[in-house]
């Protein structure tokens, strides 16, 4: 037997052996199914399929790096370059590149990032004298996006009257005329966006048959991670690919399902079955990442779902700590008790800063994390922010690499015509768009024709719009003989980008020119990587790379740091210890999912794949209060909390008790008004301001009653000798605490107290409000 086959299970074993035919891999949690689809691949290779013939989509381009990387450890690494792998966007960019013409397209197109197009869309709609309150940008791209991944194209759309009807009731009757126009746009600027790479592909394979055989034939071999959450674009694609051989194998766990909102649907897993009746099944339950009170508390909470695949995911591995449940006063003492947690276990088992993830419902959530964790000294990074390439003074750069590879990219050219600035407007660049619009023709062909065309500008305002064009026309010619590195080097040089940068001699500035200078690096590497394996090294392929880049793919700080991000982003990873914050009701259950049950499951399987991003512990918190929308808002635990078995959870501190509910509505509260209220005669003046004196008296205690405080008295300011080192007290906002010295008179007095969550800190009674508990 190989000697990786050695290495599996017996199901692995089996799914890794199975070659013909379609097949399907469910995958439970941490059960090695990207061991599996590597030696699965390797083993075709060894039993003589040519790598050219096997397509592997995974979720992430990183995925796919390091599956390649394993393979070559097999094979070799000549062979396993061969092999077609990588995101369905990468991959069918590809095919787009060599086919793009069939659809009108140039075979340099450039890749349009949600910037680029919420930009685009800006323009169109302030073309259109729309409302922009009314068609905000980004709601209308997530429409668009939403008909695509639906292969609802813009005829389709005016075809389909419920669609018209939807947007006319959400008072933007206008939606299926911005889509044309963005459509014609994009086609004219010689741009896709994320979602045109694979509705361009299904027009490819549906409108050219002669080119779906070609690829048919190709990819005799299909695989496909993560088919849980693939869309109905995806899946058609898949389908028509494999529709010839039938050889296809996908894996997926539809308790991972989580990505709806993007257009995922989880019934391409549930009915793969029924796609192809022929399918052979495999399942892998055994978990080998996480402890066995861990796993068996995921399966606990997912087993509430109604909709799933039948398996039971099981491990070897030893029980492992309880899973631990934190409530806090407010979202201030959640932050400062996982940050002192985190300093906690590092210390005592010696763990870096990358051992530890904070997940979270929403980026919100961040900012009282943050604050804690910088309290601390602890460093940290968030997933999920502005990424490197999404920051201006890169955004810049890439926008001149971009249009000398096309030239008609006119979000690219709107980006730098004027910057650094040089006198262009943003009048001129109207009448220019106006123009482009009027002839059809894209912004930079305009500027080739502008002494044929009046656009009724100055003749300085001329001179400098031909000055740019021939800065851009000369950079074209020098890119002919230049790589990658060096034309990014020029323009940097030429366009003096940097010394725009350095103006403001601030830490900012130094900052992004530093990050200039990255990107720089980055270009070098990127063109050593690729002549080093005998890839495609040029200008197009750096652009393509970085617009399918993620957070996850760019990393480059090699620092150990505590790593903060969405549970969607944590999809895929692992940590030893996880700390999933904000588990309460309408926030994780969010309270925009669960109007449906379909909705309320996807974010139960959220919690799952939370959970089981933990090896070793793994700590559930949730405040009683916290800040949302700047306001202070109660908080209820949420139900997910109740749903794991509790013989597998610890409480830190005692469980809130139930709020108290009577069975039957209290009699009294229909009674008459009381007696003492009826017929009450008029108190005279003298007598009233007597008794309101009196009243008032019994409020003041005297002085002596002042130093007396009951064990069991509520929050009450403390001032002499009413407290004592070694008493056990209760703060609103710290929680439990230790008296470890006094200091100070009267009002002045101070108290020293190590709290659990925050450590020591120095109060001034008169305001602590401090409770006496022990």
Not at 206 to 214: D, I, N, T, Y
Not at 470 to 493: C, G, S
Not at 533 to 546: K, M, N, P, R, W
Not at 574 to 590: K, R
């Amino acid at each position: 037997m190989s000697t990786y086959l050695e290495q599996l299970n017996e199901p692995q074993r089996n799914a890794v052996l199975q070659k013909d035919g379609p097949m399907i891999i469910i995958a439970g949690a941490g059960s090695g199914k990207t061991r599996v689809l590597t030696y699965r691949i390797a083993h075709l290779m060894q039993q003589g399929v040519d790598p050219f013939n096997i397509l592997s989509l995974t979720f992430t381009n990183k995925a796919a790096r390091e599956m390649k990387e394993r393979i070559a450890g097999v094979v070799g690494y000549s062979e396993a370059k061969n092999l077609w792998m990588g995101t369905f966007h990468s991959v069918f960019a590809r095919i787009l590149r060599s086919e793009a013409d069939k659809l009108g397209f140039p075979s340099n197109f450039t890749i349009y990032d949600t910037q680029d197009a919420v930009r685009l869309l800006t323009s169109i709609i302030k073309e259109m004298n729309l409302d922009k309150d009314r068609y905000k940008a980004k709601q209308i791209l997530s429409r668009i996006s939403s008909f695509k991944n639906s292969l609802i194209t813009v005829r389709a759309y005016f075809n389909n009257s419920d669609l018209q009807e939807a947007d006319l009731h959400a008072s933007r009757p206008r939606v299926g005329d911005i889509y044309k126009e963005y459509v014609e746009r994009c086609f004219k600027a010689g741009a896709m966006d994320f979602d045109d790479l694979l509705l361009r592909t299904n027009e490819l394979l549906s409108r050219f048959p002669e080119v779906l055989a070609k690829y048919q034939n190709r990819f005799r071999y299909i695989m496909v991670d993560e088919y849980q959450d693939t869309n109905h674009s995806q899946y058609l694609i898949v389908r028509a690919l494999a529709d010839r051989f039938q050889n296809i194998c996908v894996v997926g766990d539809d308790s991972q399902s989580i990505y709806s909102f993007r257009g995922a649907n989880i019934n391409n897993i549930l009915n793969f079955q029924k796609d192809y009746p022929d399918v052979k099944t495999f399942k892998l339950e055994q978990n080998y990442r996480s402890t066995s009170n861990i796993v068996k508390a995921a399966n606990s909470v997912i087993d509430k779902n109604k909709t799933k695949l039948d398996k039971e995911v099981w491990t070897a591995n030893d029980a492992g700590e309880s899973i631990k449940i934190m409530r806090s006063i407010s979202d201030g003492e959640e932050g400062r008790f996982v940050a002192q947690s985190i300093w906690e276990n590092q210390m005592n088992h010696q763990m870096s800063n990358s051992d530890f993830a904070i997940l979270y419902r929403t980026n919100a959530q961040s900012r009282a994390i943050e604050d804690a964790l910088r309290k601390k000294d602890i460093k940290y990074k968030i997933y999920g922010g502005i990424s490197f390439y999404q920051r201006k003074e890169i955004k810049d750069l890439l926008s001149y690499l971009r249009l000398l590879v096309n030239p008609n990219d006119e979000e690219a050219l709107k980006r730098i015509i004027n910057y650094p600035a040089r006198g262009i407007g943003a009048t001129t660049i109207d009448k220019l768009t106006v123009a482009a619009n009027h002839y059809k023709k894209s912004i930079y062909e305009i500027l080739q024709n502008l002494d044929r065309i009046d656009l009724k500008i100055n003749s300085g305002t001329k001179n400098k719009l031909q000055n740019f064009l021939l800065m851009m026309q000369r950079f074209k010619v020098e890119a002919q003989t230049l790589n990658a590195f060096e034309i990014a080097d020029l323009v940097v040089k030429k366009t003096q980008l940097v010394r725009d940068l350095q103006k403001d001699g601030t830490p900012e500035g130094v900052n992004k020119v530093e990050n200039v200078q990255e990107l720089l690096n980055g270009i070098k590497d990127f063109i050593s990587d690729k002549i080093e394996t005998g890839e495609d090294a040029s200008l197009t392929a750096f652009l393509e790379d970085v617009a399918l880049a993620t957070d996850f793919d760019s990393e480059k700080d090699n620092t150990p740091r505590v790593s903060l991000m969405t549970i969607h982003l944590s999809k895929g990873l692992e940590y030893p210890f996880v700390y999933i914050v904000g588990l309460e009701e309408s926030l994780f259950p969010s309270a925009m999912s669960m109007n449906t049950r379909s909705e309320l499951e996807e974010e139960r399987r959220l919690f799952y794949v939370a959970l089981t991003r933990a090896e070793k512990v793994a700590y559930l918190t949730y405040a009683q209060t916290r800040y949302r929308w700047g306001k202070l808002t109660d908080g209820e635990p949420s139900r997910f909390l109740d749903e794991i078995d509790e013989e597998f959870v610890e409480f830190l501190v005692p469980k809130a008790p139930e709020p108290q509910r009577n069975k039957f509505v209290d009699a009294d509260l229909f009674e008459d008004i009381p007696k003492s209220f009826r017929f009450q005669k008029p108190i005279q003046k003298k007598r009233k301001e007597f008794l309101q004196k009196k009243e008032k008296a019994a409020l003041i205690p005297p002085k002596s009653k002042m130093r007396k405080v009951s064990e069991t008295s509520a929050k009450v300011n403390l001032f002499d000798g009413d407290i004592a080192v070694g008493n056990i007290v209760e703060h609103n906002r710290f929680g439990t605490g230790e008296v470890l010295n006094l200091e100070g008179k009267g009002p002045n007095k101070k108290a020293e107290i190590k709290f659990g969550t925050v450590g020591k800190k120095k109060l001034l009674l008169q305001f602590a409000k401090l409770k006496v508990i022990g």
